[in-house]
């Protein structure tokens, strides 16, 4: 795929294009009105506009994708924490492995697996960093309602009190519910600019009728064509 740095050099050299033809004499004039000079501006507008589309919906995707990042590293030490802290009351000792494995699923924490005697060639291995946000959610929330069945959980610190870690969950459970449309959103746009860009009718499109036509207009010998000849898409 284009990197973003090439729609913008793509519309440098549209405008580059832009540029010169006006100066060919005698006047640009194409035998195809779908390569006019106004064309070509109506496809550049229409191409910097789907650039600039792109970047705006980018910023609601990617930043809040970075702040879940973010927190759920910001999770995992308080669920450490708050595990220690069941674990030096004995008087929750027999709830102690339930809040343990509540916690290992959030932490990503798995036992290992005995290797199969003849594994399957075939059989697609599921990579750590594969987790979903919303299944780390979800083993977050069981072990928050673990810790909230504790007869007397009150830690002194606050970070691992049940209500801060409900605000946690809270404000994972929002992200996890409002990247996706951000995501689609940008997804969309990336669609629609490239449609504008090397669509049937989109800038490339064009951009190549123009010199197609200075050539035929001016033969391809011709000083007018060579002025616009090494302007490269």
């Given at each position: ?43 550049t ?14 910023i ?11 927190l ?9 924490q ?8 004995t008087?929750?000792e ?13 932490r990503?924490v798995?036992?290992?697996?005995p ?12 990579e ?15 072990f928050?309602n ?5 007869a007397?959980y009150?830690?002194?610190d606050?970070k691992i ?18 990247i ?30 123009v010199?197609?036509?200075?050539k ?13 000849s090494?302007?490269?898409w």
């Open positions: 795929m284009a990197s973003e740095k090439s729609f913008q050099d793509r519309i440098q050299h549209t405008n580059d294009l832009s540029a010169a033809v006006p100066l060919l004499t005698p006047v640009y004039t194409p035998v195809d009105s779908k390569f006019t000079l106004a064309k070509l501006t109506t496809a507008t229409a191409a910097e506009a789907a650039n600039a589309n792109v970047e705006a919906k980018r609601p995707y990617q930043d809040p994708t970075s702040d879940r990042v973010a759920v590293k910001t999770i995992g030490p308080l669920v450490t708050a595990l220690a802290y069941v674990k030096s009351n008087a929750w027999n709830r102690h492995e339930a809040v343990k494995n509540a916690a290992d699923k959030v990503g798995r036992p290992p697996k290797k199969p005697v003849d594994p399957d060639p075939d059989q697609k291995t599921r750590t960093g594969e987790r979903s946000y919303v299944e780390i959610a979800g083993h977050f929330k069981t928050i673990r810790l909230d069945g504790l007397g009150a830690p002194q606050e009190s049940i209500d801060l870690l409900n605000d946690l969950h809270a404000e994972l459970d929002s992200y996890n519910k409002s996706p449309t951000a995501s689609q959103a940008l997804a969309d746009a990336i669609i629609d600019r490239q449609d504008l860009f090397t669509g049937p009718t989109g800038l490339k499109f064009v951009f190549d009728g010199k197609a036509s200075v035929g207009q001016y033969g391809h010998t011709s000083l007018q064509y060579k002025a616009v090494g302007i490269s």
